[in-house]
């Protein structure tokens, strides 16, 4: 109830507030042009400058342009496919776009903390400079080239797009390692114009539309497929899912051998601390140990991305009836299903036991169980293969049922329009994954399942 700051009681009495300040200056040109209605020609001239630079660096150059060729529109076209292939475009461009948005408002100029000192044989608080500036920082620069073609067969009822792209991002912004000595006031060490990163795919969009009667459908289906390759890195790449020639963020795991189920299989594996029910792993270089130097790159794997995704859609009308369907999935990505509810070295006095921890660990009773022992080696939780999942799927995504009563049936009761629809999200989902989401990034330990929901609408017009 009260408006002002100064109301509150002096114990708990706090204000404060700050402001920032960010300025894009931007210059923009474009020119088309058209011939014949068939040969398309387009040019773009981009000049950007962010405040977020320091003078010299603030403004980068971006250029594109495109072309296009409608083919159908072509005599020699029109004489001998027209009757099968309605329409044909193909078309090609390459551009680049720059990228400012990692970086701060404020990152690139000079500011100070508060310390203290010694001065006068007495402590007095004063200002120091709290972080390093990397003063050649400029844009993120995206390149791309697209080529593809537009098609439509049997008066546009079957329509085809396809695409090739490749896309090169250089002097990625990244925060730099800049030393391992680095630390105290100057830590963070400042972002650099790292290193290249290339992105090639392809995309598909199928759809074919008609009508038979006063029966009214159509289906479609998309696809694409995207890998990427880091091509170039100005730091030192220590062992890890980054790495030349890879693509970013690719698998990079021990491989299992199983859960240990006597101490005939712990004595015949390389030594790594293990017992009855614990995992094993293997020893991928045959030295006699296990370290990291075992582990293996999977790249045609990546965790944090899927490499396709696919949906396919669907519609149909009949004499007031109408029904729509979406199927969407993706492939490609892999991830560990390792959390802090399937952890069988939990902490009791933190976390409580669920119905799996009493069913699926190892034990002697349980030797097909899921899970390693209860209790047992600090490597049962190690990234290896025995948690590495598929995150494939294919989910029903909506499906929407409705009705549309005729007019003349509602002219008695003085109704215009009256539709009657019922829908459903995220009915089912097929997959191997072991988890709630094959979907989900982010925190493992986030256990909010995707929630299936129901819909009935009444559309009611006068």
Do not use: C
Request: aromatic fraction near 14%.
């Amino acid at each position: 109830t009260l408006s002002e700051v100064d109301a509150a009681l002096p114990g708990t009495q706090t204000s404060g507030g700050n402001s920032s300040t960010e300025g894009l200056q931007s210059y923009i040109g474009r020119v088309n042009y058209t011939a014949f209605s068939k040969y398309l020609f387009e040019a773009n001239f981009r000049v950007d400058g962010s405040s977020k630079f320091l003078q010299g660096n603030q403004f980068g150059f971006f250029p594109s342009a495109a072309v296009g060729w409608r083919i159908s529109e072509e005599n020699f076209f029109k004489n001998w496919s027209q009757q099968v292939i309605t329409s044909a475009k193909a078309r090609v461009s390459y551009g680049s776009l720059g990228n400012n948005s990692g970086v701060g408002r404020y990152e690139q100029q000079p500011t100070l903390a508060p310390n203290l000192y010694i001065y006068n044989n007495s402590i007095t608080r004063g200002f120091v400079n709290n972080k390093m500036i990397n003063t050649s920082l400029s844009w993120e620069n995206n390149t791309v080239f697209n080529t593809g073609l537009d098609l439509g067969f049997f008066n546009n009822r079957l329509t085809v797009t396809l695409d090739y792209y490749d896309r090169l991002t250089t002097g990625m912004n990244r925060p730099s390692e800049f030393s391992i000595l680095l630390s105290g006031a100057y830590s963070p060490p400042p972002r650099r114009n790292i290193g290249n990163l290339r992105n090639r795919g392809i995309e598909g969009d199928f759809s074919w539309k008609d009508r038979v009667g006063k029966f009214n459908y159509g289906l479609s289906v998309n696809a694409s497929y995207n890998k990427t390759t880091l091509e170039k890195w100005n730091e030192f790449l220590g062992r890890g899912n980054t790495f030349i020639g890879l693509p970013y963020g690719f698998v990079y795991t021990y491989e299992d051998i199983g859960i240990a189920q006597t101490w005939q299989d712990v004595y015949n594996a390389t030594p790594q601390g293990a017992q009855p029910g614990d995992i094993l792993r293997k020893d991928l270089n045959g030295d006699g140990r296990i370290d990291g130097n075992d582990q293996k790159a999977m790249p045609n794997a990546q965790r944090s991305r899927p490499t396709t995704y696919f949906a396919f859609n669907g519609y149909a009308a009949f004499k007031g009836f109408d029904l729509a369907f979406m199927f969407q999935g993706s492939a490609g990505r892999k991830d560990y299903w390792i959390n802090a509810f399937n952890n069988v070295n939990f902490n009791p006095s933190r976390y409580a036991t669920s119905w799996n921890h009493w069913n699926l660990p190892w034990s002697v009773e349980n030797r097909d169980g899921g899970w390693p022992r209860i209790g047992g080696s600090g490597n049962n939780q190690t990234t290896t293969s025995f948690w590495l999942d598929d995150l494939s799927y294919l989910r029903v995504k909506n499906v929407q049922i409705g009705y549309t009563i005729a007019p003349s049936l509602l002219k008695r009761i003085g109704v215009k329009s009256l539709r009657i629809a019922g829908s459903a999200e995220n009915l089912a989902t097929i997959t191997s994954f072991r988890g709630l989401d094959p979907e989900k990034g982010g925190n493992n330990n986030n256990m909010y399942p995707l929630n299936k929901s129901y819909a009935v609408a009444i559309n009611l017009g006068f």
